[in-house]
C-alpha cells in the first residue's frame, strides 16, 4: 500500500470537516510615535556594533545613494501619495467613514493628516516601478488593532494591509507579497482560529509565498495540514527550504513567480535558533545552510532574475546566511526590532540586500524595481496607519471569525474555568455597593463601569472573544485570557459580573460580603484578615492597572513613565474603603 497517498487521502477528506479557514483578533495598539523619516535609501549596518542599532542606521555609504524623501506633505511629482479612500468615495472634512469593527474616525482628514505627521509620507517621487515586491510577517496574532488607544492612534491589521496593497495593484503597479509568517502567538483553539482566518486573508490578497515562523508550527499538525490543504494553491503558496510538514507534498521548497518581465526565484527557511521553539511530530526539521545549498542550484537553473530569500530567525543568523549564501539578491529578516529600520542594509561587498521587518504587522516593506541605472531599486517601509481605510473584503472575514467565537463559546475554546489563587468567589460589584456606596459612585462614572457594553456596540459585537473580554468583564485573568470560577460567562447568566468591576483590582469578594452581612459566622482574626485582603496599596492598584493596561492596549499609560502615568490616571479613579 502506498502509505504517502492513504495518509494525504485521509487528510484531504477530513479537511473537508475542517473549518473554513479562518483569522484572528489579538489586540493591538502600537502607538503613533514619531518615526525617523522613511528614506529609500541602502546602508552597511552588518558590522556586531550596528545589528543592535538597525534602527537608527547611520549615513549610507557613498556608493549607492537614493534621494530621501522630502519633509512634510509633500506630494510626490510624478505619482500622488497613496490617498486613504478613492476620489470618488472620499469622504468630506471630519466626517466619520464607518469601515472596520469599530466605527471609529479613524479615516477622517485629521487622522489622516496626523498619521502623515508622526509616521511619515510614502513613496514620495517615485516613479511606476516595473516591479513592487511587498514584504510582511511576525503578526504575532495582531491580526487588527483593539480600537482601545484609538485606531487613529494606532497601526497593523490585515484590512488596512489589504487596502494599501490594493491601492497600488489599482494604479497599475505589478505587486508580488510576500510573507515570511510568524502569524500567531499562541497555542489552543482560538490560535487555530486565528491561523486560519489570517490564511484566507493573505489569499485574498493574492500572496504568492507563505513562510512559517516557530508558533505557527505549534500549531497540531493536523491542523496545519488542514489549513494547507483547504487554501487555494496551497502547495505552491506554503514554502520552505528547510521544512517538511508530514510529507514532501504539501508544501514547496521555493517558488517562481514571474510577473513584470521579472522571474523571481524565491524560498524561506526557519532559522536554526528557532527549532527549539516547537514541538511538533508531523514536521521534519533540516539545517538552513544545508537546505538551501540544495535550492538554490534548482534556482539558478531555472533562470532567476532575482533570488529572494525569507529568514525567520533573529537578524545576526540571517546575515550570516546571505554572507553564507550571496547568490541572493535580497534576504528578508524577522528580526528583534519592533520597529522596523527605514533603509535596507547593504552586505559589504557582496551587493546582498537585508530587509528587516517589526513586529505586530504594524508595517510591510516594499522594495520596487525601476527601469533606471542610477536608481535600479528602492525602499519604502510603510506603517499600516490610519492613511488606509478598512477592507470590506477584511471585515467578511472578521465577523465570520467573531462569529465562529460566538458559536464555539467558551468551553468550545477549551476554556476552562480555574480556581482564583485566593480560592474565594466573586459577588459583583453591586454587593460592593452595598457598604461602599462612595467608592461605587466613582466606579460607575468611570469607563470601567461601561467596559463591557462597549464591546456589545462593536460591529461586529466582541463580547464573544476571549482576548477582549478579559479585560472588559469582571473575573478574568487579564493576561491569560482565560475566566476564574465564577467569574463572568455571559450577559444572561451573570449580569452582575459585566464591565470592568471591584474584583478585578481587589480580588473575589463573595466571603468578605457575606461575613460583613452577618450571612457567614468567621472568627475575628479571619473577618480582619478578609478586610485586610481586600485593601489594595497604591503600588498595588497601579499593578493592577498594568494588567489591561499594558503597551499594547494604552501607549499612553507608559507616557512618559508608568509612574508618573499612574498619578495622572488615578486621580480619574481614586476612591477609598468604606462609607
Known sequence: MNTNFTAR??????????????????CEAPTAEKSEPDKSEVADNTAPE?????????????????????????????????KPVPPESKP??????????????????DAVAKAIRHNGPIFEDWPKPKLAIVFSGRQSGYIEPCGCAGLENQKGGLSRRHTFIKQLRGRGWPVVALDLGGLIRRTGKQAQIKYERTITALTVMDYSVIGFGPDDLRLPGIELLGVITNTDEGSKRFVSANLTIHDASFTSRFRIVEIGGYKLGVTSVLGESERKKFKNDLVEFQPPEEALKEVLPKLKAAGCDRLILL???????AIELAKKLPDFDLVVAAGEAETPPARLTQLKDKGTRIVQLGYKGMYVGVVALFDDEKQPLRYQRVPLDA????????????????????????????????????GRKFVGSETCAECHTTAHAVWEKTPHAHALETLTKLDPPRHHD????????????AQKYFPYTGGFDSLKTTPLLTGNGCENCHGPGARHAAVEQGELEVTEAEQDMLRE??????????DSCLACHDLDNSPEFHKPDVTESFRKYWEKVKHKGKD
Open 9 to 26: 487521502g485521509w487528510l484531504l477528506w477530513r479537511a473537508v470537516l475542517i473549518a473554513a479557514v479562518v483569522s484572528a483578533a489579538g
Open 50 to 82: 550596528n545589528i543592535a542599532k538597525n534602527a537608527n542606521l547611520e549615513k549610507p555609504p557613498a556608493r549607492e545613494t537614493i534621494a530621501p524623501p522630502a519633509p512634510g506633505l509633500k506630494a510626490s511629482k510624478t505619482l500622488p501619495a497613496l
Open 92 to 109: 468630506s472634512p471630519k466626517t466619520v467613514e464607518k469601515a472596520g469593527p469599530y466605527a471609529a474616525d479613524q479615516n477622517t482628514d
Open 311 to 317: 529568514v525567520h530567525a533573529p537578524l545576526k543568523e
Open 387 to 422: 492613511r488606509f481605510k478598512d477592507s470590506a473584503e477584511m471585515k467578511k472575514i472578521m465577523v465570520e471569525y467573531q462569529d465562529q467565537l460566538k458559536s464555539l463559546g467558551w468551553k468550545g475554546l477549551g476554556l476552562k474555568p480555574l480556581a482564583h489563587a485566593s
Open 466 to 477: 476571549p482576548e477582549c473580554i478579559s479585560c472588559h468583564a469582571t473575573g478574568w485573568n
Open 533 to 542: 485582603s481586600q485593601r489594595l496599596t497604591l503600588k498595588q492598584a497601579r
